[in-house]
Structures are given as structure tokens and as C-alpha cells.
């Protein structure tokens, strides 16, 4: 595969991380604000959503065959992420500090930078890949049953 054709691959997750962290900057400010903040507003499903949303990141990542170890801190960052979505309002304001899409981003580059396209990856490596990119989306999806769980408590 082209240094070219990396490039273009990696695209995708440029924009997802500009549009799921920096959309738009708050007017007289430097924050940016992005969909993952205004998704997890939706109790529930906007953890879940952006979880699923921000592993498109991961597997450019495992496309990549980035180390297993860069791929865990991935995974950790969108479990943060999910995890901070618990917290109404207040974990929707560390969730825009957090910045999980951006932190991911920048490890996808660093790697593909430091070390061009490995050979094809071992069974091990796309078990573990696989694991890993799964971690996060259950977290969305614990993170979504709990916000209806607490949301119906609250309701009733």
C-alpha cells in the first residue's frame, strides 16, 4: 500500500475527530465544541452513539496495524469518554475537555508516521484488534442502559 493510499485512508478519521471534538469554537473563546458533546446530551443513546461513532477512528487504527499497546490507550480513551457521559451535564463538560477523538487521532498519526504499514497482522493481532475495538462500544452500551436505567428513576 502507497504512502498515498494511507493518506486518504486516514481521511475519514480526521474529520470525524474535527467533527465529533472541534465542529465550532464557543465565540471569544479557544474551545471547541463537537457532536460527541451534543449527542451526550441525549441521555443513553449519546454515549452510545458517540462510542460507536469514534470507533471508526480505532479501526483506521487497526487498518494501520498499529501497535496492540496504542490500540489499548485508544480503547481506554473511549472508555473514559463513555464513563464521563454518566456524570449529567458536568461529564458532558469534562467530556469536552477529554477530547477522545483528538487524543486517538494524534496516536493513529504518531504511529503511521513513525513506522509505515507492518507486515499483515497475525491471528493474535486481529483477535486482540477486534477486542479492543469492542470494549468501547460496550461501554456505550452499559453507559446507554444505565442513563435509561436513571433517567426512568428519575421519572418516575
Known sequence: MSDRAREVDLALSRQLAKVMDDAVTVPGTRIGLGLDAVIGLVPGIGDFVGSALSGVIVRDAIRARVPMAVLAW???????????????????????????????????????????????????????????????????????????????????
Open 74 to 156: 485508544m480503547g481506554l480513551n473511549l472508555v473514559v469518554d463513555a464513563v464521563l457521559g454518566l456524570v449529567p451535564g458536568v461529564g458532558d463538560l469534562l467530556d469536552v475537555a477529554h477530547r477522545a477523538n483528538r487524543k486517538n487521532l494524534r496516536l493513529l498519526l504518531r504511529e503511521v508516521e513513525r513506522q509505515p504499514l507492518r507486515e499483515p497482522p497475525s491471528t493474535a493481532y486481529v483477535v486482540g484488534a477486534v477486542a479492543l475495538m469492542a470494549v468501547p462500544v460496550l461501554a456505550g452500551l452499559v453507559v446507554a442502559a444505565l442513563g435509561f436505567w436513571l433517567l426512568w428513576r428519575w421519572l418516575t
